[in-house]
């Protein structure tokens, strides 16, 4: 069965501080001390986030002088001048695996709607075979993180200058009544 109980155990004597205390109040005391902590991690959190943005954001301002400069040098004839490209890009390379670490993953927008929530229109070009406010070509690439959006795209957008009428699925502008009927109607018209 079950072993007989011990009543010869030590005795331990409480304190006096135990005695007098009110465990109602020490139980507020403790939850009030667990939600400051609470807080207090809270913004921790926060403040490292922020910490990581301002970081990730300059990096991203360094990768884009790395892509600048070897855009800029383009083929080079002189095998020095390949040699010191080849370590540029090679660090390109590498601060590219730092922001892929951190989940940092450009926007793609070229060739889509002007979305607000992710692009800043910086300019704007006539296209008559182009629908209405769709992006052209990137001034500054946009990047998304884990968190939403890090840096917003700057984009070139499309205007129309004549009355268009329809826009096919690529955002290519279809007329919708083709030039051979137009001279049909006007032929029927004038008789």
Request: proline share 4%.
């Amino acid at each position: 069965m079950s072993d007989p109980f011990e009543f010869d155990d030590e005795f331990y004597p409480v304190p006096a501080s135990a005695v007098d205390a009110n465990p109602a109040e020490a139980m507020r005391e403790l939850l009030y001390r667990v939600s400051r902590l609470e807080q207090e991690l809270e913004e921790t959190r926060v403040q490292a986030l922020a910490d990581t943005k301002a970081f990730l954001m300059d990096l991203l301002s360094l990768s884009d002088d790395i892509a600048a400069i070897v855009d800029r040098w383009g083929v080079t004839t002189k095998a020095n001048e390949a040699v010191i490209i080849r370590s540029v890009v090679a660090l390109g390379r590498k601060l590219r695996q730092v922001l892929d670490y951190h989940g940092v993953a450009s926007i793609h927008v070229v060739g889509k709607p002007l979305d607000p929530e992710t692009s800043d229109m910086v300019a704007t070009e006539e296209r008559d075979h182009v629908a209405h406010a769709i992006v052209l070509r990137e001034r500054r690439v946009g990047y998304t993180w884990p968190y939403g959006v890090l840096r917003r795209a700057e984009v070139v957008v499309s205007t129309r200058t004549k009355g268009l009428e329809a826009v096919d699925e690529e955002g290519l502008v279809e007329d919708s009544v083709d030039d051979a009927e137009r001279v049909e109607d006007d032929e029927e018209t004038a008789e």
